[in-house]
T-cell receptor
Framework: DTAVSQTPKYLVTQMGNDKSIKCEQN?????MYWYKQDSKKFLKIMFS???????INETVPNRFSPKSPDKAHLNLHINSLELGDSAVYFC????????????FGPGTRLTVL | GDSVTQMEGPVTLSEEAFLTINCTYT??????LFWYVQYPGEGLQLLLK?????DKGSNKGFEATYRKETTSFHLEKGSVQVSDSAVYFC????????????FGQGTRLTINP
């Protein structure tokens, strides 16, 4: 009964390929996020969806496209993968309310060769 | 924009030592403040939070007090254990729109027996 789950946990692929990462939360939250953690452990917001609607889109290349089929799922599709996309990608969710914390998934380690 | 600065790591201590990890922030309003912990190979877990000035968050022996006058949220623990070895992230939530988290750079803590 994992609260926020991601698949796959590890993803190794070649430059130029297209790949997707899936995220699901069973907490009933309305808001979901994608964060990127680089090799120095720095975490930065990429996207946020509230009830299937995109509300944050930080300066992320167009090759990254989030999709939210329903409020429990937020997937991340990446086209034409580059070496610099290698990172750990974390999904998170949060309940509505001003001070609520975010719950994170276990992360997906993406390695682009 | 909003930002969070943590003390540089890594930090290495002996078991039962006193721990302080400094965190200061810059924000236009009055954000909520969080400490998250990342154990090796895992996602982020909320350690504690504070939502207004002078609030003290506490959990598992860790404490942090929201200091508006010094814009700080330092993490402390009186007696650390080997199991506390992890990377610790200070973060703020901007309370606007999707309330994304802005993270500090993380501090790696190693506790030796």
């Amino acid at each position: 009964d994992t609260a926020v789950s991601q698949t796959p946990k590890y993803l190794v692929t070649q430059m130029g390929n297209d790949k997707s990462i899936k995220c699901e939360q069973n907490l009933g939250h309305d808001t979901m996020y994608w964060y990127k953690q680089d090799s120095k452990k720095f975490l930065k917001i990429m996207f946020s969806y509230n009830n299937k609607e995109l509300i944050i889109n930080e300066t992320v290349p167009n090759r990254f496209s989030p999709k939210s089929p329903d409020k429990a799922h937020l997937n991340l599709h990446i086209n034409s993968l580059e070496l610099g996309d290698s990172a750990v990608y974390f999904c998170a969710s949060r309940a509505l309310g001003r001070h609520n914390e975010q719950f994170f998934g276990p992360g997906t380690r993406l390695t682009v060769l | 924009g909003d930002s969070v600065t943590q003390m540089e790591g890594p930090v290495t201590l002996s078991e039962e030592a006193f721990l302080t990890i400094n965190c200061t922030y810059t924000a236009t309003g009055y954000p909520s403040l969080f400490w998250y912990v990342q154990y090796p190979g895992e996602g982020l877990q909320l350690l504690l939070k504070a939502t207004k000035a002078d609030d003290k968050g506490s959990n598992k022996g860790f404490e942090a007090t929201y200091r508006k006058e010094t814009t700080s949220f330092h993490l402390e623990k009186g007696s650390v254990q080997v199991s506390d070895s992890a990377v610790y992230f200070c973060a703020l939530s901007d309370l606007q729109g999707a309330q994304k988290l802005v993270f500090g750079q993380g501090t790696r803590l190693t506790i030796n027996p």
